[in-house]
């Protein structure tokens, strides 16, 4: 019986593959947990280089792990991402984002694996300055933006066709609306955005898909140790509803609730370089019908700011003393 459970189990996954495989490794840049932060003041410039490396080997149902299959595969991918914001007003943050895939990896020892490169999504957000109050530290900044699918898509790798899961692009749209909030009391500082993100319809030569619409919605705490050291630590809640294909057909193994526990470090050093390390730690995880769930993450950031009214200042300053 059991040999027979095993071959039902996997003709199951080879004619629901596009569907099953793979959804906690969906198309596009991977969202990076420090991202969001609160509008910049006016004539600053922020400029930071991300790496990510994720992993994932284990399938769920609802919210426990399935066993019960014929094959053992494993998704992993190696990241980077160049973000850029500038303070164009007190009110106006513009950011800008752009993520490369140096791979993104399906593996299954004994089946054919698969594994796409490139770039994958350029951004362009707004940031808006809602309201800043810096005696009682608290501000609140919403943000609209949309994502560009300029990079690789409808990729192949000798001559085989990627599964959608792979391909670096997203293939298609995706609009983003955010609000953030932060407040900070001595030492420690709360915060908390949502998110809503809207993918549009992917028509291309080999896919026809939506993804369904996802929410985000994270809780922050910030402790600063020392003058130079600061410590984050972050709970998330990410929502994404069930994807559709041709004729608006649910695909039933799509969509999932998952819980994220982000720990992070942060080193301020001189003349405003500052470098983080942290990780996405999944704590619960319920997914539609069977699929790949998410692993681990890693990233570290390097960050540079610059404000360019303190340099002129500065700069003037020396004249004067000159």
Not at 77 to 82: A, H, K, P, V
Not at 196 to 206: A, H, K, P, V
Not at 297 to 316: E, P, Q, Y
């Amino acid at each position: 019986m059991a040999r027979y459970t095993g071959l039902l189990l996997l003709i199951f996954f080879l004619i629901n593959g596009s569907g099953a495989r793979a959804q906690c490794c969906t198309s596009g840049n991977p969202f990076i947990s420090d991202a969001e932060q609160p509008a910049l003041p006016s004539r600053v410039l922020t400029t930071s280089l991300a790496y990510r490396y994720s992993h994932s080997g284990s399938y769920y149902l609802k919210d426990g792990p399935f066993r019960e299959l014929p094959f053992r595969e494993a998704a992993y991918s190696n990241y980077t991402e160049l973000q850029i914001g500038y303070g164009v007003t007190n009110w106006l943050t513009v950011l800008t984002d752009l993520g490369y895939f140096f791979n993104k990896t399906l593996k299954n020892p004994g089946i054919d694996s698969y594994s796409g490169h490139g770039l994958g999504d350029a951004a362009l957000y707004l940031k808006f300055n809602a309201y800043s109050n810096s005696r009682l530290r608290l501000s609140i900044s919403p943000t609209i933006g949309v994502k560009f699918p300029v990079g690789v898509f409808d990729q192949e790798v000798d001559n085989v066709q990627l599964p959608i899961s792979v391909q670096p692009s997203s293939g298609g749209y995706g609009y983003i609306a955010t609000i953030f909030v932060s407040k900070g009391i001595g030492k420690i500082a709360l915060a908390g955005f949502s998110s809503y993100e809207y993918s549009q319809l992917i028509e291309s030569d080999n896919f026809y898909y939506k993804y369904g619409d996802q929410w985000i919605g994270a809780l922050y705490f910030n402790y600063q140790v020392w003058k130079r050291v600061g410590i984050d630590l972050q709970l998330r809640y990410e929502n994404r509803a069930k994807s559709t294909r041709e004729n608006n057909e649910i695909i039933d193994a799509s969509g999932y609730h998952v819980i994220f526990f982000t720990p992070q470090l942060t080193y301020a050093f001189k003349h405003n370089w500052y470098i983080s390390a942290y990780a996405d730690v999944p704590i619960y995880k319920y997914y539609n019908s069977i699929q790949m769930s998410f692993g681990y993450a890693v990233s570290l950031r390097l960050t540079k700011k610059i404000d360019f009214i303190a340099l002129r200042a500065g700069r003037n300053s020396m004249k004067k003393i000159n």
